[in-house]
């Protein structure tokens, strides 16, 4: 297996041997680290940096330690456009981000810009949590990369789990996010109800985490007479409609793709009993060596968008090992073609990078909350239970025709 540790020794003969002025890598976290959404920009921020901690704890790259750098996007595509462009001031080499798909299809088309007026000094994007189809689909271009799932991949695990476990019935209400991610969602449901023997009751689109109050939304639902809610919410829209599930005493299954959010299960309670999950991870999936790692270092084993960033990092650091500069000019494209030839041995099977789209193809874990679990959450007794996990040939699904790669030469 492949892991950071791996490459240590051959990384650390020759790290500290070149100049001590060599180039050192830069990487910009371009998250939202203020507003609503600070708590899951700062749950990147703080993976990110653990992962590049653990390469320049084995030497670092080119003869330099890894820098890190943050800048707040303020959870908007303009604030993350003149993130960018100082960034880009600054000598970033890789930028990553995760949080909103309109955030990220910001970024990568200012990367793309770049790198088309700046041949020779490019960025590359690692992309470790926006999941919309257009971003390896219409917007795919070399230098992006995604190290998280897509709607389909969520949908149809979970469909899948909850259909096996006799779990799923035959009514779904549909809630989501109006925009790219949550169009997404809609999307993936409806295409997966003849294969999970359902109809789609209702399907609600919404403002995108602006809404206080989500009590009008569960009263739509209990009037539908759902057997299970599907939902792709996320941030504060997932957090408050489980508080206003809880509040009405909603008598309905979840079907989720970041319940494991922090505060999900604390704002539901018991209510979130049976509720799934479609996610990277779990801590109680796989080997449990990682999360006990990643919890000596931070405080708490990894959640949410954690473990999937996590994984990105460690990828990073064995195509980092594929490329020698000597200690001098870093070459983006070159990482890049590296990073294309790398399979992460993650905690729960093998993520690799699909040439054509950029696209990871890896495993989706489904998850059940249960109490009494190995990994209590949000200081309760309720946990999430492994149901399945389903690898990565059998979660992805074929490229987009919308996507047309250009390679560099």
């Not at 149901?387 to 790669?405: F, L, R």
């Amino acid at each position: 297996m492949r892991t950071l540790a791996a490459f240590a020794l051959s990384t650390a003969a020759i790290a500290w041997a070149t100049p001590t002025m060599a180039e050192p890598l830069r990487i910009g976290i371009i998250e939202s680290l203020s507003g609503s959404q600070t708590s899951t920009g700062r749950l990147y921020a703080a993976a990110v940096q653990y992962g590049v901690d653990l390469i320049n704890a084995n030497g670092g790259f080119n003869g330099e330690p890894i820098e890190v750098i943050e800048y707040d996007n303020a959870g908007g595509s303009t604030g993350a456009a003149d993130k960018f462009r100082q960034a880009v001031a600054d000598g970033v080499h890789i930028v990553f981000q995760g949080a909103s798909s309109a955030v990220a299809g910001q970024i990568t088309e200012d990367v793309r810009r770049h790198n088309i007026r700046n041949p020779g000094s490019e960025v590359m994007f690692i992309n470790v949590g926006a999941e919309a189809m257009s971003l390896t689909g219409e917007q795919c271009h070399f230098y992006h990369f995604r190290y998280a799932t897509t709607a389909p991949m969520r949908v149809n695990a979970l469909v899948n789990a909850m259909a096996a476990a006799g779990e799923l019935g035959t009514r779904v209400f549909s809630i989501n996010q109006n925009y790219s991610w949550g169009q997404d969602m809609q999307a993936a449901i409806e295409a997966a109800a003849a294969a999970g023997g359902y109809e789609v009751v209702e399907a609600v689109l919404h403002d995108v985490n602006t809404i206080q109050d989500f009590a009008p939304f569960v009263a739509r639902i209990n009037a539908a007479d759902p057997d299970t809610v599907i939902t792709g919410n996320w941030s504060n829209d997932l957090l408050l409609l489980m508080k206003a599930a809880s509040e009405a005493g909603l008598d309905v299954r979840f079907g989720t793709t970041f319940l494991d959010q922090p505060g999900n299960i604390a704002n539901a309670g018991d209510t979130a009993l049976g509720h799934y999950l479609a996610n990277n991870y779990v801590p109680a999936a796989g080997d449990p060596a990682f999360a006990e790692a990643y919890a000596a270092a931070v405080g708490h084993v990894p959640v949410f968008v954690e473990p999937p960033t996590i994984f990105a990092v460690g990828a990073l650091g064995l195509a980092l090992a594929d490329v020698d500069f000597a200690g001098g000019e870093i070459d983006v494209t070159e990482i890049a073609k590296a990073l294309e030839g790398v399979t992460y041995e993650s905690p729960v099977g093998p993520i690799s990078v699909r040439a054509e789209d950029h696209q990871t193809i890896r495993p989706v874990v489904v998850s059940r909350v249960a109490r009494g679990t190995q990994y209590p959450v949000d200081d309760t007794d309720l946990g999430f239970e492994p149901v399945s996990v389903v690898a990565g040939p059998d979660a992805i699904y074929p490229v987009q025709a919308s996507c047309e790669m250009e390679r560099p030469d």
